[in-house]
């Protein structure tokens, strides 16, 4: 069974940075086989799809929100997703998932998931 596992989150102040870190575990498993979306979720709002890469060929798609702030990448050497926020706002703070349907691409009609990790959680405190 795969399992996403992301790390990264933490306390940051209006217009900084931080950078999420995505990885799979599990026998056999790596996030080089899969289209890889990160999404969030603020208290009592509904999840956000940001932004989503391909299994190959460095294709990516975001969201809205994170459209021009948020970068996703991957990094086959250590099987690795990141999604770098920055110029980040209060707005920001939520908990951020990385998320997988298994496909190899994304779908850029919209947010296509049904697995994700436990989340990271990023706070911005002004």
Known sequence: QVQLVESGGGEAQPGGSLRLSCVASGPGTSLDF???TWFRQAPGKEAEGLACIDREGGGTF???SARGRF???RDTAVNKVYLQL???TVDDTAIYYCATDFGR???RT???YDTWG????VTVIS
């Open 62 to 64: 975001y969201g809205d």
């Open 34 to 36: 899969y289209a890889v």
């Open 86 to 88: 920055t110029g980040l």
């Open 105 to 107: 691409k994304c779908d």
């Open 110 to 112: 919209g947010w296509s």
């Open 118 to 121: 436990q989340g990271t959680r």
């Open 71 to 73: 970068t996703i990448s």
